[in-house]
């Protein structure tokens, strides 16, 4: 079972642009994660966000949850080629036993 | 520097082979969980651990068991590995059960 869901599944823009993604999810929640994957390597973790807080920053990373929408989006600013990845949402599965994940957005950021 | 370290990078095996995935981590972290990888699919949950000796199923336990034995490893088996186990493994551990999760650069398995 797959709680959240990114969207758009593939975004390209240039290095500088800023890069929006979003997830939603299908029941509540304690926390939302974003988690960070280069190609072929392992998830790294980017961010978390409690359900009772509304936004967050992290350096170029800002996140926001709207738990009455069932959603979070993650926007990188002032992207670089560094940035190219696929990021991917987690949250609970069910009564806080385990991480569920969506299946990611992949990201290409051109020079 | 914290870290989750499978035992392969990349996995050749025979149909119908018992392989083991080992994980270790060196957090002292209590939660550990085994991810296989598929292009289109995400990451899916096969099987995760609270405790030594404790194991839970996740959404796609056919086909595989887990070991835990001690805190810092963790263990998948893939009984009589099939084609259709082909994927990418990825192991993690967390403090909490849903917190911040250290992932392993994965294991690669290809089973012909």
């Known amino acids: 079972s797959q709680q959240g869901e990114e969207d758009p599944q593939a975004l390209s823009i240039q290095e500088g642009e800023n890069a929006t993604m979003n997830c939603s999810y299908k029941?509540?929640?304690?926390?939302l994660q974003w988690y960070r994957q280069n190609s072929g390597r392992g998830l790294v973790h980017l961010i978390l966000?409690?359900?009772?807080?509304r936004e967050k920053h992290s350096g170029r990373l800002r996140v926001t949850l709207d738990t009455s929408k069932k959603s979070s989006s993650l926007l990188i600013t002032a992207s670089r080629a560094a940035d190219t990845a696929s990021y991917f949402c987690a949250t609970d599965r069910k009564a806080g036993t385990a991480l569920i994940f969506g299946k990611g957005t992949t990201l290409s950021v051109s020079s | 520097d914290v870290k989750v370290t499978q035992s392969s990078r990349y996995l050749v095996k025979r149909t119908g082979e018992k392989v083991f995935l080992e994980c270790v981590q060196d957090?002292?972290?209590?939660?550990m969980f085994w991810y296989r990888q598929d292009p289109g699919l995400g990451l899916r949950l096969i099987y995760f651990s609270y405790d030594v000796k404790m194991k839970e199923k996740g959404d796609i336990p056919e086909g595989y068991s887990v070991s835990r034995e001690k805190k810092e490893r963790f263990s998948l088996i893939l009984e009589s590995a099939s084609t259709n186990q082909t994927s990418m493994y990825l192991c993690?551990?967390?403090?909490?059960?849903?917190?911040?999760?250290?992932f392993g650069q994965g294991t690669r398995l290809t089973v012909v």
């Open positions: 957090m002292d972290h209590e939660n």
């Open positions: 966000i409690r359900s009772n807080e």
């Open positions: 029941t509540s929640i304690n926390n």
């Open positions: 993690a551990s967390s403090f909490s059960p849903t917190g911040e999760a250290f």
